[in-house]
C-alpha cells in the first residue's frame, strides 16, 4: 500500500535535498526490523524523524543544526514556540499568524521582507555573535526560503524572506519536537568516518550529491575524493554484512556522475519517481531541472 504523504513528519526546516516529498517512495524499501536505524548525512532530518526503529542516530557535520535538535528534543513544543514569540516580539518582527498582511503594509504576495528587513538584519547580527541554537532557529524562520547558508567567515548570511513565523511553520515546528520527545534519537556532529556502527545496524545514506548545487557542497565541502572515501566506506559496512541504503543522482542537468555509476554495479538500484521541479533546487529555468532520484541498496 502507498503511504501518503499527509502520515510523516516534515523537517521545520526547508533543508535543500530534503527528503521529505520522497520517504513515501524510499521508507518501503528500507528493511522491515531494525533495530539501531542510522542517518549517517541527516540533515533536515526529514528520514530520521520517521524511521521504524528502537533506536536512531542522527548523525551530520553541521554541528548548528545537530545543536538545534538537541535543543528542540530537550524542550517541550509550547515552550520552545514560546520563546520563539518571545523573540519575535523583542525585535519587532512580524506575525502575520496574528496579525495579517494588511496590518503591515503589504499583501500574501509581496510578503514581509520589506517590513522585517532591518529587525531580522539585527537579529543575524545577534545571532552571529552569540550562535544560541533558539536564536539560530529563529533567524532561519525569518531567512530567505529558510536557507541556510554561511559565508567563508562562518557568519550566517542569508538575506530576509518574504515570509515569517506563519501557521504552517508552526505547526511542523510542533510535530517535529513532539515526535523528537518520544523517540529514542542520538544526535552527533561529525565527519561520517567517525561514527561508530553497530553491526545490528542500518545505515542511511543521504550524502551532498556531486551532480547538483547546495550551499553545503560550497567551499570543498563535497568532491570527488570525498566521494570516493564514501563508495569505500560503505563497501565496508557491505563486507560486515550491514544493511545500506544509499540516496543519489546518476545524473543532473547533463552532468554524470559516472563514479558512482560504476560502484553501483556490485549493489541494487531502485529508480525512485521524483524531480526536483517540485523542490527549492536553484535554477533560473525549473523545466530543465529534472532529477532521477535512486537509492542503492545491498540487499
Ligand atoms: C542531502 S543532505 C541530507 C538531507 C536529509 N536526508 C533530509 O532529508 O533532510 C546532505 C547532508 O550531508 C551533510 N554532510 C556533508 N558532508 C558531510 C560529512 N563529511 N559527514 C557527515 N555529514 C556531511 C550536509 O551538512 C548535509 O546536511
Redesign the pocket.
Known amino acids: 500500500m502507498q503511504h501518503r504523504k499527509k502520515e510523516y513528519i516534515k ?1 521545520p526546516l526547508n ?1 535543500t ?4 516529498k520522497l520517504l513515501s517512495q524510499i521508507e518501503p524499501l528500507f528493511p522491515k526490523k531494525i533495530d539501531t536505524f542510522v ?9 530520521a524523524i520517521n524511521a521504524k526503529a528502537n533506536k536512531v542516530v542522527a ?4 554541528s548548528e543544526i545537530i545543536q538545534l535538535y538537541d535543543y528542540f528534543s530537550s524542550n517541550n513544543s509550547d515552550k520552545v514556540i514560546s520563546k520563539v514569540d518571545s523573540i519575535i516580539c523583542k525585535y519587532g518582527l512580524s506575525d502575520t499568524s496574528k496579525y495579517g498582511y494588511v496590518h503591515y503594509s503589504c499583501t500574501s504576495n509581496s510578503g514581509v521582507s520589506k517590513y522585517n528587513k532591518e529587525a531580522y538584519s539585527k537579529l543575524r547580527s545577534d545571532y552571529n555573535k552569540n550562535k544560541t541554537p533558539l536564536l539560530f532557529y529563529v533567524t532561519l524562520v525569518f531567512a530567505f526560503n529558510n536557507q541556510i547558508r554561511f559565508n567563508s567567515r562562518g557568519e550566517f548570511n542569508t538575506p530576509v524572506n518574504k515570509r515569517d513565523f506563519n501557521k504552517n511553520m508552526r505547526k511542523n515546528l510542533k510535530l517535529f519536537i513532539d515526535e523528537l520527545n518520544q523517540k529514542e534519537i542520538r544526535f552527533y556532529s561529525d ?2 568516518n567517525n561514527i561508530e556502527i553497530d553491526d545490528n545496524s542500518f545505515v542511511y545514506i ?3 550529491y556531486l551532480a547538483t548545487i547546495a550551499s ?1 557542497n560550497e567551499n570543498g ?2 568532491n570527488e575524493d ?1 566521494e570516493m572515501e564514501l563508495l569505500s566506506y560503505i563497501d565496508g559496512l557491505n563486507k560486515r554484512g550491514i544493511k545500506f541504503s544509499l540516496s543519489n543522482v546518476f545524473e543532473n542537468k547533463g552532468k554524470s556522475n559516472n563514479i558512482l555509476r560504476e560502484w553501483s554495479a556490485d549493489y541494487n538500484v531502485h529508480s525512485l519517481n521524483f524531480s526536483y521541479n517540485n523542490c527549492n533546487y536553484q535554477s533560473k529555468d525549473k523545466t530543465k531541472n529534472t532529477t532521477s532520484e535512486i537509492l542503492i541498496t545491498n540487499y
Do not use: E, M, Q, R
Open positions: 523537517s533543508y535535498g530534503g527528503k521529505y542517518d549517517l548525512f541527516a540533515g533536515g532530518c526529514n528520514v548523525n551530520d557535520i553541521n565527519d561520517f543521504d550524502p551532498p553545503y565541502g563535497w570525498k
